[in-house]
């Protein structure tokens, strides 16, 4: 668990109170520069003495379907399985801007696997790519 | 059914255990007093990331998306009171059900404008 402190954000001068619609929506981007989805929601605990905390972001259909309307979210669930469901601590949190910035490499995070897969199942055999169609993902970005 | 990916740099899950609240399901709830009058509707939810990103208040307005158009800004009138938010602090939350948000029975001495 971070402690106040241990944010990194606070190194970055962030001011003490987010909004979370600052949040909700704004592309993850990794300390590499990758992109690696959107905020669909943010998940919150409630501690036993009252208080709340956000521990989360969501990322995925299921918490998208959500914010249409809380009824979609177990249908979605059950249909997607959580299968594209992707969660991220807030903890890992290192800039909140235009973008938020994690701390991150794109390797530390299970997301983006969408684009990789169009990446190497689709976009290799396009003539132009600029790699030999073996070659790795990676190493094209 | 397949438990959801939860992708940590320190592994485990966070906090599963625990039943979690959608914070986008708080925004856009209505805000209700105790004795069920309408305060307004969440319009965002201010998060403290140095105190452990405690929710530590509700953004609150009744006409808050007006003044999101700029129409009224500038203005004195009795338009730019009602569309001002007002803030909450979470300590004043009694529950929130998913979809309201009950707000505790005002301490004595401690009136709550109901009316904006």
């Known amino acids: ?141 | 059914m397949a438990t959801p990916t939860t992708t940590s740099r320190s592994g485990p899950p966070v906090e599963p255990e625990l039943p979690s609240i959608a914070l986008a399901d708080l925004v856009g709830a209505h805000v209700l007093t105790p004795r069920g009058r309408r305060v307004g509707k969440v319009i965002d939810v201010e998060v403290r990331p140095l105190e452990r990103f405690r929710v530590a208040a509700l953004i609150v307005g009744r006409f808050a998306f007006i003044g999101r158009f700029a129409l009224v800004r500038g203005t004195t009138s009795e338009l730019e009171n009602v569309t001002r938010p007002r803030i909450i602090p979470w300590s004043e939350v009694e529950r929130f059900d998913g979809s309201r948000v009950v707000l505790r029975e005002p301490r004595a001495g401690q009136a709550r404008d109901e009316g904006a």
Do not use: C, N
């Open chain 1, 1 to 141: 668990m971070t402690t106040p402190g241990e944010w990194p954000g606070a190194e970055k001068g962030i001011r003490g109170a987010l909004l979370v619609r600052d949040i909700l929506d704004g592309q993850l981007e990794t300390r590499d520069h990758r992109k690696v989805g959107r905020v669909a929601d943010v998940a919150a605990v409630r501690d036993p003495d009252g208080t709340v905390r956000a521990v989360e972001l969501r990322i995925g259909p299921e918490a998208l379907a959500g914010r249409i309307s809380p009824r979609l979210r177990p249908l979605v669930a059950k249909v997607l399985r959580g299968r594209f469901d992707h969660r991220i601590p807030v903890t890992e949190i290192a800039e909140v801007g235009p973008t938020i910035r994690l701390r991150g490499l794109s390797d530390d995070y299970a997301v983006g696997q969408a684009e990789d897969w169009v990446a190497r199942h689709i976009l290799r055999w396009i003539p132009g790519s600029g790699r030999p169609a073996s070659s790795p993902l990676r190493e094209r970005y």
